[in-house]
């Protein structure tokens, strides 16, 4: 069975710092992987997504993520986070002929000023 | 782009009510999804359907039921509100890449 993991609940950062949120899946052929944001009170809206090919995939909002297969990873990375960046972040993971993507418990973005 | 909507975006009823959510994507999608959302737990799937007249339990089905007669329209019916359906509810669609397009959600309290 493909499960999500996004270790982190709750991420703490300054406003013009780098960040990272981790995510770990569990999949047994090649995924299809997704970020989403949600803001407060909103639905998601997909940021990235990665299918095949490049393994560094660019997304909207400055965003992007890096599929590395050895280690089952699909991080999201933004060189400098703005204020308007504070949401939840959500990965997914889907593929093998089901259309029902797996998502991530979510990672809480606080943003400091 | 594809917009989902989703007919109300905060609803109040009391315990026993019969209520209904209505969700409604403009793209021609094959799939719709239910989802309700609370905290700590994420996203849980309710129902699912992959085409008209068709439908699919999710992880959480009981105490709700689903409809739809036409493609682009997706009903999440709970047949005697609770107060532990208390909750938001993210309506879905999607084509055959996978990918998810949301609904603003619904907010609804029952009490």
């Known amino acids: 069975a493909q499960s999500v993991t996004q270790p982190d609940i709750h991420i703490t950062v300054s406003e013009g710092a780098s960040l990272e949120l981790r995510c770990n899946y569990s999949?047994?052929?090649?995924?299809?992987l997704f970020w989403y944001v949600q803001s407060p009170g909103q639905g998601l809206q997909l940021l990235l997504k990665y299918f095949s090919g490049d393994t560094l995939v660019q997304g909207i909002k400055g965003f992007e993520a890096e599929f590395k297969r050895s280690q089952s990873s699909f991080n999201l990375r933004k060189p400098s986070v703005h204020w308007s960046d504070a949401a939840e972040y959500f990965c997914?993971?889907?593929?093998?002929?089901?259309?029902?993507?797996?998502f991530g418990r979510g990672t809480s973005l606080i943003v400091h000023p | 782009d594809v917009k989902v909507t989703q007919s109300s975006r905060y609803l109040v009823k009391r315990t026993g009510e019969k209520v209904f959510l209505e969700c409604v994507q403009d793209m021609d999608h094959e799939n719709m999804f239910w989802y309700r959302q609370d905290p700590g737990l994420g996203l849980r799937l309710i129902y699912f359907s992959y085409d008209v007249k068709m439908k699919e339990k999710g992880d959480i089905p009981e105490g709700y039921s689903v409809s739809r007669e036409k493609k682009e329209r997706f009903s999440l019916i709970l047949e005697s509100a609770s107060t532990n359906q208390t909750s938001m509810y993210l309506c879905?669609?999607?084509?055959?890449?996978?990918?998810?397009?949301f609904g603003p959600g619904t907010r609804l309290t029952v009490t």
């Open positions: 999949y047994g052929a090649t995924p299809y």
């Open positions: 879905a669609s999607s084509f055959l890449t996978y990918e998810q397009y």
């Open positions: 997914a993971v889907g593929g093998g002929g089901s259309y029902i993507p797996t």
